[in-house]
């Protein structure tokens, strides 16, 4: 029992850093794959707290499907954090 409870909150510790870092982060992409991330302890949380389907549903939609469409999303879209004033005015 005592290993269910530090298994539980381990993998809330872990969504909660995931989450921070996913907040704190410049780069798209990285907080893309922090969501993800999240989404996948979550889906694990899920199944530990005996709701399977929960975390089935969760596995398929919030961790495959929403990071691929914003990782397309991201990579199809230009970036301009490298660019200065001076660039843009050349």
């Known amino acids: 029992m005592i290993i269910y409870l530090i298994l539980l909150f381990f993998l809330l510790a872990l969504m909660i850093a995931a989450a921070i870092y996913s907040v704190v982060q410049k780069d798209l992409l ?3 794959i922090g969501t ?4 996948l302890v ?6 530990l707290l005996q709701a399977p389907d929960v975390a089935l ?3 398929a939609i919030g961790v495959a499907l929403t990071t691929i469409i914003f990782i397309i999303t991201i990579r199809n879209t230009t970036r301009h954090e490298g660019e200065s004033k001076n660039d843009k005015a050349k």
């Open 42 to 47: 979550l889906s694990v949380l899920f199944y």
């Open 30 to 32: 990285y907080a893309v």
């Open 57 to 59: 549903t969760e596995a």
């Open 36 to 39: 993800g991330v999240i989404s």
